[in-house]
């Protein structure tokens, strides 16, 4: 690919060359720096046009030549099969562009074919702000959850709450804790929670145990004491160890808190809708 004459894409081709070949790459970032927004239009030509090797070394250049004639060849770039030229792309577009031109690139992908700059796209439009109904359409696609698990927490949608558990009951361990997380802020909790978090507790990863002491804390009941205690004298992790105390300790506030249900001998019967109301006694004065 030449410079066909031109001696500043020529420049730019040697200094693209050099950093290929890793030589003085402080010299030739330096070079590039001087040349600044003159370089681009060869850089993006290279972007558009060269072999991968070139193509991630013009993006390295972008990051010093920036202008704005370069921002739609480097949003293409986000829908690059190659997922290390996307993570380049993105860098280059927020350095030279911002984080709004990242957005804007990537809301057009949230539906591309590729399932890999899908995930990239919705990773980053949901970093940016919640949407409930596109995180709720994106959770039916089981691929999307990876992404989308970090994020599930700050919804506190109990609509949620079966995908959730099946984060939790999956095969991806990578899941289990942004899906216990996510329940407890969304204050999920049936008996399945209760019975999984307990088991939970004997997890080899303390984080998952830690978690599940602090499932347990919020909506565990007396039964689940004897558990919490065996943990909470042998957990070798102190931070488990103080959430297992912490859930043991929450759990008998609420049982002592808690009132006797009535006999139901002292229940009164309910009024009957046909029964009569007698009108209030007025107090006279003479």
Do not use: K, N
């Not at 957990?235 to 006999?263: C, S």
Request: aromatic fraction near 4%; proline fraction near 10%.
């Amino acid at each position: 690919m030449t410079a066909d004459g031109d001696p500043l894409a020529a420049a730019v081709d040697r200094i693209v060359a050099a950093l290929g070949a890793r030589r003085d790459v402080a010299g030739q970032t330096a070079a590039l720096h001087r040349l600044g927004r003159r370089a681009v239009p060869r850089l993006v030509h290279h972007l558009e046009r060269s072999p991968r090797a070139e193509r991630t070394l013009a993006l390295y250049g972008l990051q010093e030549c920036w202008a704005p004639g370069a921002e739609p060849a480097v949003r293409r770039v986000l829908a690059d099969p190659d997922a290390e030229l996307r993570r380049m792309a993105e860098i280059v577009l927020v350095r030279g562009a911002g984080y709004p031109a990242l957005l804007a690139g990537c809301r057009p992908l949230l539906d591309h074919p590729d399932p890999g700059v899908a995930a990239f796209a919705l990773d980053r439009v949901e970093a940016e702000a919640p949407d409930l109904a596109r995180t709720r359409a994106a959770l039916a696609d089981p691929a999307a959850w990876p992404v989308l698990a970090p994020h599930l927490a700050r919804y506190r949608a109990p609509g949620f709450a079966a995908t959730l558990r099946a984060m939790r009951d999956g095969d991806d361990r990578s899941l289990w804790r942004p899906a216990l997380v996510g329940l407890i802020h969304g204050s999920a909790w049936d008996e399945r929670d209760r019975a999984r978090s307990v088991t939970l507790l004997d997890d080899p990863d303390p984080d998952l145990r830690a978690l599940a002491a602090e499932h347990l804390r919020w909506h565990g009941t007396p039964a689940d004491a004897a558990a919490l205690a065996a943990g909470r004298h042998t957990d070798p992790v102190p931070e488990v160890a103080a959430a297992l105390a912490a859930a043991t300790a929450a759990i008998a506030r609420r049982a002592a808190q808690q009132p006797p249900r009535p006999a139901v001998a002292d229940l009164a019967p309910p009024a009957r809708a046909d029964t009569p109301v007698s009108p209030p006694s007025l107090a006279t004065s003479d």
